[in-house]
Protein backbone atom coordinates (compact mmCIF):
# COMPACT_ATOMS: atom_id res chain seq x y z
CA UNK A 1 0.00 0.00 0.00
CA UNK A 2 1.09 3.45 -1.00
CA UNK A 3 1.74 6.02 1.45
CA UNK A 4 -0.93 8.09 -0.38
CA UNK A 5 -2.89 5.24 0.44
CA UNK A 6 -2.65 4.59 3.65
CA UNK A 7 -3.85 8.03 4.47
CA UNK A 8 -6.69 7.86 2.35
CA UNK A 9 -7.33 4.66 4.51
CA UNK A 10 -7.19 6.76 7.55
CA UNK A 11 -9.93 9.10 6.03
CA UNK A 12 -11.78 5.37 5.07
CA UNK A 13 -10.81 6.39 1.55
CA UNK A 14 -10.55 2.86 -0.89
CA UNK A 15 -9.62 3.80 -4.27
CA UNK A 16 -11.69 2.06 -6.85
CA UNK A 17 -11.10 0.52 -9.90
CA UNK A 18 -10.73 3.09 -12.62
CA UNK A 19 -13.53 3.15 -14.81
CA UNK A 20 -12.97 2.64 -18.92
CA UNK A 21 -14.19 5.59 -20.87
CA UNK A 22 -17.72 6.35 -21.99
CA UNK A 23 -16.56 7.40 -24.97
CA UNK A 24 -14.13 8.48 -27.67
CA UNK A 25 -11.26 9.47 -25.45
CA UNK A 26 -8.92 8.91 -22.97
CA UNK A 27 -8.84 8.92 -19.51
CA UNK A 28 -5.42 10.25 -18.90
CA UNK A 29 -2.56 11.78 -20.91
CA UNK A 30 1.43 11.91 -19.61
CA UNK A 31 3.12 14.22 -21.31
CA UNK A 32 6.86 14.28 -19.63
CA UNK A 33 6.03 14.55 -15.86
CA UNK A 34 2.41 16.24 -16.10
CA UNK A 35 -0.71 13.95 -16.00
CA UNK A 36 -3.60 15.91 -17.64
CA UNK A 37 -6.95 13.45 -16.08
CA UNK A 38 -10.21 13.56 -17.98
CA UNK A 39 -13.03 15.01 -15.77
CA UNK A 40 -14.46 12.66 -13.42
CA UNK A 41 -18.38 13.14 -12.69
CA UNK A 42 -20.16 12.86 -9.46
CA UNK A 43 -20.33 9.40 -8.63
CA UNK A 44 -20.69 7.49 -5.04
CA UNK A 45 -21.04 3.69 -4.44
CA UNK A 46 -24.67 3.92 -5.06
CA UNK A 47 -24.59 4.99 -8.71
CA UNK A 48 -24.78 9.00 -10.29
CA UNK A 49 -24.96 11.73 -8.18
CA UNK A 50 -27.42 13.95 -10.16
CA UNK A 51 -29.53 16.83 -9.93
CA UNK A 52 -28.96 20.70 -10.07
CA UNK A 53 -27.04 22.25 -7.67
CA UNK A 54 -29.45 25.43 -5.93
CA UNK A 55 -32.23 23.52 -7.49
CA UNK A 56 -32.29 19.59 -6.81
CA UNK A 57 -29.41 20.00 -4.15
CA UNK A 58 -27.79 21.80 -1.85
CA UNK A 59 -24.39 23.22 -1.20
CA UNK A 60 -23.74 20.51 1.05
CA UNK A 61 -25.04 17.77 -1.85
CA UNK A 62 -22.71 19.37 -4.18
CA UNK A 63 -19.72 19.54 -1.16
CA UNK A 64 -20.20 16.09 -1.27
CA UNK A 65 -19.93 15.05 -5.15
CA UNK A 66 -16.98 17.33 -5.69
CA UNK A 67 -15.06 15.21 -2.66
CA UNK A 68 -16.15 12.05 -5.15
CA UNK A 69 -14.98 13.46 -7.84
CA UNK A 70 -11.45 14.08 -6.41
CA UNK A 71 -11.44 10.35 -5.56
CA UNK A 72 -12.24 9.39 -9.02
CA UNK A 73 -9.53 11.63 -10.37
CA UNK A 74 -7.22 10.30 -7.49
CA UNK A 75 -7.97 6.75 -9.02
CA UNK A 76 -6.94 7.65 -12.26
CA UNK A 77 -3.82 9.18 -11.16
CA UNK A 78 -3.16 5.65 -9.64
CA UNK A 79 -4.06 3.59 -13.08
CA UNK A 80 -2.16 6.45 -15.40
CA UNK A 81 1.05 5.56 -12.79
CA UNK A 82 1.03 1.68 -13.23
CA UNK A 83 -0.90 1.30 -9.86
CA UNK A 84 1.44 3.51 -7.90
CA UNK A 85 0.04 6.11 -6.71
CA UNK A 86 3.27 7.40 -4.81
CA UNK A 87 4.44 8.60 -8.16
CA UNK A 88 2.20 11.47 -7.50
CA UNK A 89 4.18 15.05 -6.80
CA UNK A 90 1.35 17.21 -6.47
CA UNK A 91 -1.93 18.29 -7.94
CA UNK A 92 -1.34 21.32 -10.30
CA UNK A 93 -4.29 22.54 -11.11
CA UNK A 94 -8.64 21.66 -11.06
CA UNK A 95 -11.22 22.38 -13.20
CA UNK A 96 -14.85 22.08 -11.58
CA UNK A 97 -17.78 22.13 -13.16
CA UNK A 98 -21.04 22.72 -11.15
CA UNK A 99 -24.18 22.12 -12.72
CA UNK A 100 -26.49 24.83 -11.04
CA UNK A 101 -29.39 26.84 -11.71
CA UNK A 102 -28.74 30.81 -13.04
CA UNK A 103 -29.44 32.62 -9.46
CA UNK A 104 -26.31 30.24 -7.71
CA UNK A 105 -23.20 32.00 -7.48
CA UNK A 106 -21.23 29.57 -4.90
CA UNK A 107 -19.70 27.03 -7.29
CA UNK A 108 -16.46 27.95 -5.21
CA UNK A 109 -17.97 26.54 -1.91
CA UNK A 110 -18.67 23.38 -3.80
CA UNK A 111 -15.55 22.88 -5.77
CA UNK A 112 -13.94 23.18 -2.05
CA UNK A 113 -15.22 19.25 -1.14
CA UNK A 114 -12.96 18.50 -3.59
CA UNK A 115 -10.17 20.94 -2.87
CA UNK A 116 -10.66 20.58 0.73
CA UNK A 117 -10.23 16.54 0.60
CA UNK A 118 -7.48 16.73 -1.78
CA UNK A 119 -5.22 18.78 1.19
CA UNK A 120 -6.47 16.28 3.77
CA UNK A 121 -5.22 13.32 1.81
CA UNK A 122 -2.08 14.60 0.37
CA UNK A 123 -0.91 17.78 2.10
CA UNK A 124 0.87 20.30 0.75
CA UNK A 125 1.08 18.02 -2.76
CA UNK A 126 -2.90 18.68 -2.68
CA UNK A 127 -2.66 21.89 -3.17
CA UNK A 128 -3.18 23.20 -6.65
CA UNK A 129 -4.55 26.57 -8.37
CA UNK A 130 -8.07 25.99 -9.17
CA UNK A 131 -11.17 27.42 -11.85
CA UNK A 132 -14.54 26.49 -10.76
CA UNK A 133 -17.70 27.50 -13.34
CA UNK A 134 -21.09 26.46 -13.77
CA UNK A 135 -22.99 24.57 -16.13
CA UNK A 136 -25.95 25.06 -16.78
CA UNK A 137 -26.21 21.15 -17.57
CA UNK A 138 -23.78 18.52 -17.10
CA UNK A 139 -23.75 14.73 -18.90
CA UNK A 140 -26.19 12.73 -17.35
CA UNK A 141 -27.37 15.03 -15.13
CA UNK A 142 -24.57 15.03 -12.54
CA UNK A 143 -24.25 17.38 -9.71
CA UNK A 144 -20.40 17.97 -10.35
CA UNK A 145 -17.68 17.53 -12.69
CA UNK A 146 -13.76 17.60 -12.34
CA UNK A 147 -10.64 17.78 -14.21
CA UNK A 148 -7.58 17.91 -13.03
CA UNK A 149 -3.74 18.46 -13.72
CA UNK A 150 -1.00 16.01 -12.02
CA UNK A 151 2.77 16.59 -11.32
CA UNK A 152 3.99 12.96 -11.35
CA UNK A 153 7.42 11.25 -10.86
CA UNK A 154 8.88 9.74 -14.47
Known amino acids: MSNYEARLSELGVTLPD ?12 IVGDIVYISGQVSQGPDGLITGKIGADLSVEDGVAAARRCAIS ?24 FVNST ?9 INGASDFLVEALGDAGKHARSAVSAGALPFNVAV ?3 GIFQIKS
Open 18 to 29: APAPAANYVPSV
Open 73 to 96: LLTQVKAACGGDLDRLVRVVKLTG
Open 102 to 110: PDFTDQPKV
Open 145 to 147: EIE
